[in-house]
């Protein structure tokens, strides 16, 4: 029965929900060998999937555990979710600041599997802060101030995280269906009622091309009409880093430079946009409008403020943050234009200073991270600084004309 079910996939047929569910929920308790469902991913990589083929898996993967009931909040709440990005710390701003203009924003996230940390991993290189909220503790924190970050209390989409580790080792991450019903499902079981969807495209992405994240965008959309969910899309660009700080502590650092309005730029400018069509959502107004109440409460500290608080609240403390590590400075080795820094280089340079795990055990040295001391475009003359890289880690190793591009 599985090995129809895998050539009838590899032979480009469309598959039954009921096959679907055979294989994936096999898979789940482990009656589907790995090597089995790596074939049937492989296939799908090559053969693509129907829209209701999407749709049937999307639900088996929300089926495979819990699902979150948000019901006591009687406001529009709003979910953000990001494809996967090098420095991308836009949680970190953008979750206080739509909380700020009263739209509640409870988001649960992860721990970074891979070269930098995830949205957990930066707040808990904040002394203190607590990650790991009691679903109680949650509600409480959700009325009196109206917003949350968290890890995961309940066991959301167990299936996805099982097959997103296979396909993470065999080469069946870049699925447009496969990435498509891996984001919706986690989205769906976080019950949130309308969600922003930050599609990351380039060199340093999951993502390579504009046409795949249309793509992408396309099928979004179509699934949270299926499940009525209103879902917007943001693409951005990860060719670069976004923003300067890559690494965790290092990357609390900068959102609190744009909280506190000393950084504009890329990374200013993508925070803007997410937090306005959130607030757009969660008000129902118009995206103008809610542009203008975003970069009000951006420069008026009220953004800054809600961090704060959400900070104190989560007992952790923001005052004396200082990055405790060596600190090595790479500098140009000949004049130019800096006319790129590759974003993957400094993803994988990152994880050996110590900022990422290759196993979920793996422990993170929260002081680790790069900080990108040039822009591109910049006139650089040889000598120049242009990065630091903060380690506890000896001598580390390095490749500068694979990094920054200067010509
Ligand atoms: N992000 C996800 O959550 N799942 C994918 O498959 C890819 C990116």
Redesign the pocket.
Known sequence: MILDIISKKANNYELTKEELETIFMGYLNDEVKDYQMSAFLMAICINDMSDSEVFALTDIFIKSGDVLDLSFIDKIKVDK?S??GVGDKTTLIVAPLVASLSVPVIKMSGRGLGYTGGTIDKLESIPGFVVNLSEDEIRKQALDIGIVITSQTKNLTPL?KKV?AL?DVTAT?NSIP??AS??MS?KIAGNADKIVIDIKVGRGA?IKTKEDAIRLSNLLIKIGTYYQKEVRTVISNMDVPLGHNIGNKLEVLEALDVLKGKEKGALYDLVVELASEMVSLGKNIDIETAKGEVIDNLSNGKALDKFLELVKYQHGNVDNLSIEAKVYNIKANKNGILNNIDALSIAKLCENLGAGRKDLNDKIDYNAGVVLRKNIGDEIKEGDILASLYTNVLDPVFNIDKTFEIS
Do not use: A, E, P, V
């Open positions: 979710h494809t996967g996805d997103y396909r991450t496969l990435i891996s984001i986690k999951l």
